[in-house]
């Protein structure tokens, strides 16, 4: 049985929709892991902290690390949900074609955006490479290998603002106004 508000949504636009939403779930994931290692990682710290007088110092860095990984795999599922920054205010009270006009700008705004981020992010993080850069502080880690969640960000940002045009040019309910579907059903 097909959920509501899908009779109307090309069959390109679901194939293309399963696709970018299989590969956001993925990252969210890698991204609640991420974050579930942080806060298993800085209660260990406080429990060493004040419990023994023997706080690890590696932890705050690895925490700051993790953290640019969770923003990066997390941001296109929060785009794709609807629940991305916005000026909801001023969007809200526009209908018809001013509301696609919005949704267009805004979704070639973030194409840009992400375009910059796996351009930029890719060069630089190779030019980190050829240099043999790593991080200061504790763990010096190669830097490369952290910059490189700026393109793999952007690329998930990209495929959802790819996605948001591809349904405005189909007709069918933007990514925001979409109903709500769990990604295996159908």
């Not at 763990?139 to 793999?152: A, G, I, R």
Request: glycine letters at 10%; hydrophobic letters at 60%; one cysteine or more.
């Amino acid at each position: 049985m097909r959920p509501r508000g899908r009779a109307t949504e090309p069959a390109l636009v679901h194939i293309i929709g399963k696709c970018i939403g299989w590969l956001n779930a993925a990252a969210i994931s890698l991204a609640a892991v991420g974050l579930l290692v942080s806060l298993g990682l800085i209660g260990w710290s406080v429990v060493m902290r004040y419990g023994f007088n023997r706080a690890p110092p590696w932890v705050d860095d690895a925490v700051g690390f993790l953290l640019v990984a969770i923003v990066m795999l997390a941001a296109a599922d929060v785009l794709r949900r609807g629940e991305h920054i916005g000026v909801d205010l001023f969007t809200s009270s526009l209908a018809g074609r001013a509301r696609l006009w919005a949704q267009a700008w805004s979704s070639l705004a973030v194409l840009a955006a992400a375009l910059i981020l796996v351009v930029n992010g890719w060069q630089t993080a190779m030019f980190s490479r050829s240099l043999g850069i790593v991080t200061e502080g504790y763990l010096e880690w190669p830097v490369y290998l952290l910059m490189l969640f700026l393109p793999l960000g952007g690329l998930l940002m990209l495929l959802t603002a790819i996605e948001a045009l591809v349904r405005l040019a189909c007709g069918a309910p933007a990514l925001a106004d979409a109903p709500h579907r769990p990604e295996g059903a159908d």
